[in-house]
C-alpha cells in the first residue's frame, strides 16, 4: 500500500485476510520488491504533494508503465486519472488510466452513501459500494474497461493492469474486489 496519506491501514485489513504479505510504500527504494501497489482514499490534493516530496512520483510511474499492478480507490483513483476536475491548480495526477475524475463531485447532501453494485466479473450479488466525497468520472478512453456502473457513471474500471473505484471497498466488510483485482496479480 501506499502510506503518504490515507486510508492505508483499511487495506492491510483485507489484504491480511486474503493472506497477502501487504508491506507499506513510502520511498522510492520500496517500489522494487512490490508485486501490486494499493493506492488508497484520502486527500489528493494531499496525497500527490506528498508523492513529490518523497521523490516517488517518478519512479512509481516509471514502475506502472514498465508493468506494475496498482488499485486505485476513491483519493487513488484520483492520483490515477489523465485528468482531474475541480482539483487544486498544482494538483498534477500519473496519468495511468485514461480518464477524467472530477472530485467531490455528489455535493454535500449526497457526501456519503451506500449502494449496491453489479460488477462484471463478481459472483455471488452486487457488492455494497461505500461512496465518501466520492469523485465521478466523467469520461473513459476506449482502453478503458468499465466493470461497474452507478446512475449511469462507471465506478470500479480498468485499463490494463491499472484498476481504480470511486467507491471504498476496503470498508465494505466483502473482500471480492480486492480478490478480483489479486487474481489478476497473480
Ligand atoms: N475528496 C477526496 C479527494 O479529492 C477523496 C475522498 C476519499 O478518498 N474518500 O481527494
Redesign the pocket.
Given at each position: 500500500m501506499l502510506a503518504l496519506q490515507?486510508?492505508f491501514r483499511e487495506h492491510r485489513e483485507v489484504l491480511d485476510a486474503l493472506g497477502v504479505d501487504a508491506v507499506e510504500l513510502r520511498r522510492p527504494e520500496g517500489l522494487g520488491g512490490l508485486d501490486a501497489l494499493v493506492i488508497p482514499?484520502?486527500?489528493?490534493?494531499t496525497?500527490q504533494r506528498l508523492l513529490d516530496t518523497s521523490g516517488l512520483r517518478a519512479p512509481l510511474q516509471e514502475a506502472i508503465a514498465d508493468g506494475l499492478r496498482v488499485l486505485g480507490?476513491?483519493?487513488?483513483l484520483?492520483v490515477l486519472a489523465r485528468s482531474v476536475l475541480d482539483?487544486r491548480a498544482d494538483q498534477q495526477p500519473l496519468g495511468a488510466i485514461d480518464l477524467v475524475a472530477r472530485?467531490?463531485a455528489y455535493g454535500r447532501q449526497r457526501d456519503s452513501f451506500e449502494a449496491a453494485l453489479e460488477v462484471d466479473g463478481l459472483a455471488g450479488g452486487p457488492f455494497p459500494g461505500v461512496f465518501?466525497?466520492?469523485?465521478v468520472i466523467e469520461s473513459v478512453g476506449d482502453a478503458v474497461e468499465v466493470r461497474a456502473e452507478h446512475n449511469g457513471r462507471p465506478v470500479l474500471a480498468r485499463q490494463g493492469r491499472v484498476w481504480v473505484t470511486t467507491f471504498?471497498p476496503e470498508i465494505a466488510g466483502d473482500l471480492r474486489v480486492h480478490e478480483l483485482f489479486l487474481q489478476d496479480v497473480a
Amino acid at each position: 500500500m501506499l502510506a503518504l496519506q490515507g486510508a492505508f491501514r483499511e487495506h492491510r485489513e483485507v489484504l491480511d485476510a486474503l493472506g497477502v504479505d501487504a508491506v507499506e510504500l513510502r520511498r522510492p527504494e520500496g517500489l522494487g520488491g512490490l508485486d501490486a501497489l494499493v493506492i488508497p482514499g484520502g486527500e489528493s490534493t494531499t496525497m500527490q504533494r506528498l508523492l513529490d516530496t518523497s521523490g516517488l512520483r517518478a519512479p512509481l510511474q516509471e514502475a506502472i508503465a514498465d508493468g506494475l499492478r496498482v488499485l486505485g480507490t476513491c483519493a487513488g483513483l484520483i492520483v490515477l486519472a489523465r485528468s482531474v476536475l475541480d482539483g487544486r491548480a498544482d494538483q498534477q495526477p500519473l496519468g495511468a488510466i485514461d480518464l477524467v475524475a472530477r472530485r467531490n463531485a455528489y455535493g454535500r447532501q449526497r457526501d456519503s452513501f451506500e449502494a449496491a453494485l453489479e460488477v462484471d466479473g463478481l459472483a455471488g450479488g452486487p457488492f455494497p459500494g461505500v461512496f465518501i466525497r466520492a469523485p465521478v468520472i466523467e469520461s473513459v478512453g476506449d482502453a478503458v474497461e468499465v466493470r461497474a456502473e452507478h446512475n449511469g457513471r462507471p465506478v470500479l474500471a480498468r485499463q490494463g493492469r491499472v484498476w481504480v473505484t470511486t467507491f471504498h471497498p476496503e470498508i465494505a466488510g466483502d473482500l471480492r474486489v480486492h480478490e478480483l483485482f489479486l487474481q489478476d496479480v497473480a
